[in-house]
DNA sequence: TCGACGTGTCGGGAGAAGTTGACATGTCGG
DNA sequence: CCGACATGTCAACTTCTCCCGACACGTCGA
């Protein structure tokens, strides 16, 4: 049984570009993307306090990123990936740019070796 | 005459999702985006002193997203979008993500409007 | 050469973020 | 019911970020 609400976001307190800043945070998702993770799990992948971690994840949970489920005394955390639609969304008229700027670098290297 | 120093980064001092992190900076990249753009042009754009947002190209500038062109006693910045395709690349696994789960947002939402 | 203009940089202050140790809460197993 | 465990939260400190006003430097036009 699911509803909208497990679809929707829920409410955003933190812009997804600030979270996406520290690498922590970056690893935490990359982590995530595997499957759900507990918190002492994840906190145990990096030479981090625990309560540093619970905190990155706070901020991951305020950017809609990531979702928590109490599950007897552990709690597992699962990916939300919705809101990084939008970071797709800005990047996306970039994305030719750099294809170009390959290209160029391609054909300058071809020059240079030539 | 275009050297391979033209095409490759130059000294990268800042993480590009750092640099990111700040929407005044998003907005001046996709200002760039149409073209270079003197200092005090794009200044006059954001409800900011003008050293604030020189500071923020300064950042730009130290992940590579931007580049100086001195010009009489202007100073031209042009955008240099090859550091975005790290995000990208850091992007990519989610993508298939995202789009899933607005599948199943049109899922439950015919389901819910039916 | 001199004043106006475009810009970078410096110093400082307000606020946010990151880190850590200590404590509080809730859950499981015996 | 009680001790061990998984976790969140609080207080305090440090560091970073962002912002501004003021000043310095180079360039243009007269």
Redesign the pocket.
Known sequence: MSGISDVLLPTVT?DVF?AL??P??RQLLDSLREGPR????L?GQF?????????????LRGAGLVR?E????????HLQPQPLAEVGQWLHPYEHFWRERLRSLRDVLDEELS
Chains 1, 2 share one sequence.
């Open positions: 933190t600030s800043a520290n922590v945070r507990a918190a002492g799990e906190a030479s981090l306090s625990r309560p540093a971690v619970s905190e990155h994840l706070q901020v928590e109490p599950r007897g005394r552990h709690r597992y955390y």
